[in-house]
């Protein structure tokens, strides 16, 4: 018994170091590329300090890299302005968590509510109660399907992503003279909207140019699910002249798996547009050869048109006296010549 | 009942089970009786196997008139089938113990998360090593802790455990996909020895250790012992919570290794990876054999259970089919498995029941 127990401290003991010196390895902080629009007063009359404004935030806490971009950008988007006040609440796992999360922060009567809902649909209620209420409501990305839920909308355009994508794909393919290509795509979670769109937006930008989809295998938006993905497709295609993977965070998954296989007589766009794939794009020694962007830059452009909302000012650009009721941000196709112009939007 | 109905009885027909008949005589009683009960289904399994990658080369000869493909494809079903394998394995110690880990998958992330931080990575290959070993077993310990000490059931404490832990990943990543910058880890991937991809050499070894501590250990005897009847086991002398415990810690290596695996695939960790791995392990540990109150099962054949359904993937992934096809078929396989298991096994307590009276 005596010969057991001490064992078992010697194993208790042994477990507690291995405990201390691996809190030490929890230490993580990696730079944090955040899309700011740094404010000058003379060009902007807009950028002069107003009246102040309480914006409420809210925005999934899902794990990925492009809602975290969006969360940090809104935070420093607002840390720019003197006279905003960003009251953020993160939205937890699902849609019901959000709604309690958004109740309580509506409750604190702000001036505008800023949120990217976890499914606009499941959400419509609360934009509605919020706009009831007075609180002018500006959705991110995920539309309300009911117009009176919000006074902006700004989003991105899966559509003209797939286009964006399918376009440059095309053009690539007819310049170098391939009859009868075999394009390969790897969309991110399948049953959601979103992909859907991209991948509809893809085939139709294709199908102008004759050619079509030989092989599309989903993945779910994380790099090991793209790295599998990616296995299978490479697998089944055993030459392929295209691809388009819809999400540069998966895509690090999808270029371990080019690389794994040796695969190099195809080229890849990607999607989204992150800080990596614009940095591979450049340096030029991978398949990657574009990506289509998707910024997540768009919600610190939300909360600089929540201020300006706030504040009822209009968007000194335009003629009109307050901002638009929508906005969709285009697709923008990042190549090497112009990576270097884009290399700050990355996230 | 002769040997012909057993084999019908399989899922599918097994070239395997055709023995010279006069061996098969000699044995037919042992290969009828319950102890013969994994043989078979290991059998059935290969059978199934036979018939997917069959049904593979008549719908794309082309590519399976091609040697080199064919060779490239079987390392790469082993390979998908790797890191979920290494999992499989301890899950099926778990499951046969008695209990079940719904944890896995959040191991698997939080030991990639935690092996991929700067700080680790700054400790080199060995560091990441040792550091996703050690998380994996102390998630593994503290289910394990909480389970037979703190006597919660093993479905509620490791369902906490998957969230909490995908929680901790999630904070220490800072929600972002961290990308390994070490070569050596990466390389794990996409090295070949003799040939042969080392993920393959990982799962090898990790399902020959695994086979060895189940079948050749008092380990592995008081594992089915416990599973099969607790109370039994505790009055035979068996330290069950103690035992338990270490199950728990085992599945958590095989999570702790698995992480690594991925992370190498990857080339990177997040606080999403190895998204439900945990019904995929469960799903190959109970076709292959496995019986989920416990008591018994067989490492060959969950890692039989994990090919069928990488080779599946790999099956309508080069025939262009949807996911959503695939995963209908999985289910049906994994309903199909266990209706099998059901009505052999009545069928078999029966037999003896009618021999013995």
């Known amino acids: 018994m005596s010969n057991l127990s001490r064992r078992r401290i010697l194993f208790g003991s042994a477990a507690v170091g291995a405990g201390a010196l691996l809190t030490a390895c929890t230490s993580n902080t990696p730079q944090e590329n955040t899309q700011v629009n740094t404010n000058n007063e003379e060009a902007n009359p807009n950028a002069a300090p107003g009246q102040k404004v309480v914006i409420g935030f809210s925005a999934p806490a899902a794990d990925h890299g492009w809602i975290a971009a969006i969360t940090n950008n809104a935070k420093a988007q607002a840390g720019a302005y003197s006279d905003v006040e960003l009251r953020a609440v ?171 296989t040796n695969r190099k007589e195809f080229f890849m766009v990607g999607g989204a547009g992150s800080k990596a794939a614009i940095d591979a794009i450049t340096a030029d020694n991978s398949v990657l050869k574009a990506t289509v962007t998707y910024s997540p830059s768009m919600a610190s452009s939300a909360i600089s048109l929540a201020r300006l909302i706030g504040q009822n000012k209009g968007m000194s650009d335009l003629v009109e006296l307050q901002v638009p009721k929508e906005i969709t941000l285009a697709s923008e196709t990042i190549t090497k010549e112009n990576a270097a112009k884009y290399a700050k939007l990355g996230f | 009942m002769t040997d012909q109905t057993t084999k019908a009885s399989l899922p599918a027909q097994s070239p395997p089970v055709e023995a010279p008949p006069a061996q098969a005589r000699a044995r037919g009683n042992w290969f009828k009786s319950d102890g013969a009960e994994p043989l078979r289904r290991n059998l059935g399994l290969i059978g199934v196997l036979v018939v997917l990658v069959i049904i593979g080369a008549a719908t794309r000869p082309e590519l399976y008139g091609d040697a080199t493909w064919v060779k490239n494809n079987t390392f790469t079903i082993l390979q998908q089938a790797s890191a979920i394998g290494v999992v499989t394995v301890g899950m099926t110690f778990v499951i046969i113990g008695g209990g079940i880990d719904l944890s896995v998958g959040a191991i698997i992330a939080v030991a990639g998360v935690w092996s991929t931080t700067l ?184 890692l039989f259970g994990v090919l069928v359904f990488s080779t599946i993937t790999n099956l309508f992934a080069i025939n262009n089919l949807s996911t959503e096809a695939q995963n209908m078929v999985k289910g049906a396989i994994i309903v199909a498995a266990v209706l099998v298991q059901q009505f052999r096994y009545k069928s078999l307590t029966q037999l003896l029941g009618r021999s013995s009276s």
């Open chain 1, 90 to 260: 993160e939205a937890g796992a699902d849609a019901a968590t959000q709604r309690a999360a958004l109740a309580t922060l509506i409750a604190q009567k702000p001036t505008v509510l800023v949120m990217l809902p976890h499914d606009g649909k499941e959400l419509n209620a609360v934009g509605l109660e919020a706009m009831r209420a007075g609180i002018p409501v500006v959705n991110l990305d995920r539309a309300f399907p009911d117009r009176a839920a919000y006074r902006l909308q700004i989003k991105g355009d899966n559509f003209g992503m797939g286009i964006a994508a399918g376009t440059y794909i095309g053009q690539q393919l007819k310049s170098k003279g391939v009859s009868n290509p075999v394009i390969g795509e790897i969309p991110g979670i399948d049953s959601l909207e979103l992909t859907q769109e991209r991948s509809k937006g893809f085939a139709e930008a294709l199908a102008t140019f004759g050619f079509k989809v030989a092989n599309r295998r989903p993945a779910d938006f994380t790099a090991d699910g793209g790295q599998r993905a990616a296995t299978d497709l490479l697998q089944a295609l055993p030459k392929m002249d295209a691809l388009w993977n819809h999400d540069d965070d998966q895509g690090i998954g999808v270029l371990a798996a080019v690389n794994q």
């Open chain 2, 119 to 302: 700080a680790t990575q700054s400790y080199g290959t060995a560091g990441m090593i040792f550091t996703a070993l050690v998380v994996g077993v102390v998630v593994g310990l503290i289910n394990g802790v909480l389970i037979s000490y703190g006597r919660l059931v093993p479905f509620i404490a490791t369902l906490a455990m998957m969230v909490a832990a995908r929680g901790v990943a999630a904070q220490i990543s800072g929600k972002q996909t961290q990308v390994s910058a070490n070569t050596t880890i990466n390389s794990i991937a996409s090295t070949r020895w003799l040939g042969i991809p080392v993920l393959v050499y990982i799962l090898a070894l990790v399902v020959a250790a695994g086979w060895v501590l189940l079948n050749r250990t008092t380990f592995g005897r008081r594992t089915v012992a416990v599973g099969g009847n607790p109370e039994a086991a505790r009055l035979a002398g068996i330290n069950v919570k103690f035992h338990t415990l270490l199950l728990y810690a085992l599945s958590g290596l095989c999570c702790g290794i698995a992480a690594i695996m991925l992370t190498s695939q990857a080339t990177s960790a997040q606080a999403a990876m190895a998204n439900l791995y945990e019904l995929d392990a469960i799903a190959a540990a109970i076709i292959g054999g496995t019986l989920l109150s416990g008591g018994r099962g067989t490492i060959i054949g969950a």
